[in-house]
């Protein structure tokens, strides 16, 4: 499933790719091995190996928190802007109302 999702738009890099092929070997070779294999250093090694893509998708966590952060605060200004021009909208028809009830000239 971790290639199939590598493979998708957008594609990881080529150093991930690596790494799962790595895993993947490893857990081949498990395997083979069967019952004989040795668990706790198969477990170790990939915990090596899942070291980079942890940081891979940590630093794409703190991106996309980041973006997320931005959009916030772009709608808090654009929401804030919006209450600006209403407000500027109602007191400017407010005049014009007060200035045509005053006999418009």
Do not use: C, W
Request: charged fraction near 30%; glycine fraction near 4%.
């Amino acid at each position: 499933a971790a290639v199939k999702r590598a493979r998708e738009n957008p594609t990881a890099s080529r150093q991930t790719f690596e790494v799962l092929d790595k895993e993947r070997d490893l857990i081949d070779k498990a395997r083979q091995q069967g019952a004989t294999a040795d668990f706790p250093s198969l477990k170790r090694e990939m915990m090596k190996q899942n070291h980079f893509l942890m940081q891979i998708l940590f630093t794409e966590l703190d991106d996309v928190r980041k973006d997320r952060q931005m959009f916030s605060d772009l709608q808090a200004r654009l929401s804030s802007m919006t209450n600006d021009i209403d407000n500027a909208l109602g007191e400017a028809l407010g005049a014009t109302f007060d200035y045509f009830r005053a006999g418009g000239q």
